[in-house]
């Protein structure tokens, strides 16, 4: 069973990429391959680390440290998440300021909209340059916001129905989307405020979830092997994967707690 376990890691370690792949990325070096292979790359990593850990340590170990290991990545992910989203909503309001400074001088909406779409950056320019090339083929600039995979999504949609109602009922577009920008600003301010405020909260949340490791240091300093029982005892194959995962399971309750007055 060792033996086989072996093998598979070796295996995991030294499969290689397709060829077409492999050639695509030498020739043409596309920032999205290259991130696509580093990922397959730290993925056959993780399978290795893996498959010798729970060589050397035995399953509970290894369940305990993947439960660690999950959790820190989602909660990586999902701050990587949060901050793409704060720099989109910062682009989102140099678009509106550019669509409104246009449309004040007498643009129409779609030249205004073309225009911000040159000057924003990110999802915004690409939603505007949707929504000007609608207008110009006569379709509705408004629908031309609305995009559901948009990481910014509620806030186009916001946006949207401002222009949505300009459209239909020919009211000042330049005001509604004045407004709309308020609303967007006021919005970042509260979100900003709010996240400071809970940090405090979120610190006393990580430091609970590591108080488990200061009192096996504590053990260890007392003589009582608390690592020999977590890692060399069948109790331990047991206990540390049950203690990892209430640790875990604190960590993303605090979370999944603390965003709910984000939204």
């Given at each position: 069973m060792t033996a086989a376990l072996m093998c598979l890691a070796l295996a995991l370690l030294a499969a290689p990429a397709a060829s077409s792949r492999r050639r695509f990325s030498d020739l043409f070096a596309e920032p999205a391959t290259v991130r696509k292979m580093r990922k397959d790359n730290l993925i056959r990593l993780a399978g290795v680390v893996g498959v010798l850990a729970a060589l050397m340590f035995g399953p509970g170990p290894f369940l305990a440290a993947a439960m660690v290991v999950g959790t820190v990545w989602f909660r990586m992910r999902r701050a990587g998440r949060d901050r793409r989203r704060h720099?989109?909503?910062?682009?989102?309001?140099?678009?509106?300021?550019?669509?409104?400074?246009?449309?004040?001088?007498?643009?129409?909406?779609?030249?205004?909209?073309?225009?911000?779409?040159?000057?924003?950056?990110?999802?915004?320019?690409?939603?505007?340059?949707?929504?000007a090339g609608r207008s110009r083929l006569g379709g509705s600039a408004a629908a031309g916001l609305r995009q559901p995979d948009s990481i910014v999504a509620g806030e186009l949609a916001r946006i949207a129905d401002a222009w949505q109602v300009a459209e239909q009922h020919g009211l000042a577009l330049a005001e509604l989307l004045s407004a709309a920008r308020t609303d967007l600003v006021g919005r970042i301010r509260f979100h900003?405020?709010?996240?400071?405020?809970?940090?405090?909260?979120?610190?006393?949340?990580?430091?609970?979830?590591?108080?488990?490791?200061?009192?096996?240091?504590?053990?260890?300093?007392?003589?009582?092997?608390?690592?020999?029982?977590?890692?060399?005892?069948s109790a331990g194959t047991v206990l540390l994967p049950l203690g990892a995962a209430l640790a875990c399971a604190g960590l993303l309750w605090t979370d999944a707690i603390t965003r709910k007055v984000l939204v």
């Open positions: 720099v989109e909503c910062a682009y989102l309001l140099d678009a509106l300021e550019a669509v409104i400074g246009e449309l004040r001088v007498g643009a129409h909406p779609s030249a205004a909209a073309e225009v911000a779409a040159g000057e924003a950056r990110g999802e915004s320019a690409l939603a505007f340059a949707v929504s900003g405020r709010t996240t400071a405020a809970l940090a405090g909260a979120r610190a006393t949340a990580a430091v609970l979830a590591c108080l488990p490791l200061l009192g096996i240091g504590l053990g260890h300093m007392m003589g009582a092997a608390p690592l020999h029982v977590l890692f060399a005892s």
